[in-house]
């Protein structure tokens, strides 16, 4: 089944922590939404799964009194009738490879005031991808994310590289065929924020003097500053984002349309230099 029902995780976890009365949740965790997801992560324990899923976005351990009224709400919404539905539409578009697609409650999905809270977020993998929803998203949101994601999917998939071997160059064009699917299929109205941050000329400034002498660093971990950036640093927030965004966006515009899957089985290079930025210093 692609659409994993993980509902059943999140109620045994629940159920599990008023047993106990919340002594030991971080294990329970652990054990009951970690364990479980050991196939997709055969060379690493549970712990290691946890955390990565927690840096991401799953919820915390010490929130299991909120999770069993929440996952209600997220099937009172259809979530997981809905990504089922749409991702088998995304997958005959594009022709994709066949993913588990897990469906967690986001942390604080409960917060009340959402400012500097996300409502979503997610991460691929070959094979797999995460959703970590708040029960109050809109049903175009969420398509929005499994589009972003699902097609992370589809280009990790094409690349059949270990992410110690994904270069900057790869790194930045994966995020921005993510971020083009959901122009394509849904409109600019969902894009991501991070998309209109910057202008085109001091963007440019930026590109041509860190981005270009990196775009061969490889390794997913050596790519976090590049493509978050950072408040008040050299590189700005979501700089790698929004560059990843608008290369892919101006390669298109430039050379387009392209039908289903044709665009995101491009090579990296060719998508650089068919776009409005340049590839290497020289071309300037």
């Known amino acids: 089944m692609p659409v994993i029902q993980t509902q059943n995780l999140l109620y045994k976890f629940v159920e599990q922590c008023e047993e106990q009365s919340g002594r030991g949740v971080s294990i329970k965790h652990s054990e009951i939404i970690g364990a479980p997801l050991m196939k997709l992560f055969p060379t690493l324990n549970p712990e290691v799964v946890q955390y990565e899923l927690l840096r991401n976005g799953l919820f915390q351990p010490e929130e299991w009194r909120n999770i069993k009224e929440t996952v209600k709400q997220m099937e009172a919404q259809n979530m997981w009738q809905t990504v089922k539905q749409e991702y088998r539409l995304l997958r005959k578009r594009w022709n994709g490879p066949k993913v588990s697609i897990y469906i967690f409650p986001i942390k604080n999905a409960t917060a009340k005031a959402r400012k500097g809270v996300p409502k979503k977020n997610g991460i691929a993998y070959k094979g797999a991808l995460f959703l970590f929803l708040s029960p109050d998203l809109l049903t175009e949101e969420i398509k929005a ?79 976090h500053l590049f493509l978050f950036g950072k408040d008040g640093g050299r590189l700005p927030k979501w700089i790698g984002y929004h560059i990843g965004f608008h290369i892919v966006d101006s390669f298109q ?24 930025f340049p590839l290497k210093l020289d071309d300037i």
């Not at 050379?255 to 068919?274: D, M, R, T, V």
């Open 253 to 276: 515009k430039k050379h387009g349309p392209f039908l289903n899957n044709a665009l995101y089985k491009k090579s990296a290079k060719e998508i650089i230099k068919g776009s409005d």
């Open 145 to 223: 994310l499994l589009a972003h994601e699902y097609n992370h999917a589809c280009r990790l998939d094409y690349l059949d590289q270990a992410p110690s071997k994904i270069t900057l160059m790869d790194s930045l064009i994966i995020e921005g065929l993510g971020e083009y699917a959901v122009k394509d299929l849904y409109g600019e109205k969902w894009l991501a924020p991070w998309i209109n941050l910057y202008i085109f000329e001091d963007v440019l400034a930026i590109w041509k003097r860190y981005f270009i002498p990196s775009l061969d660093v490889e390794g997913v971990k050596n790519h």
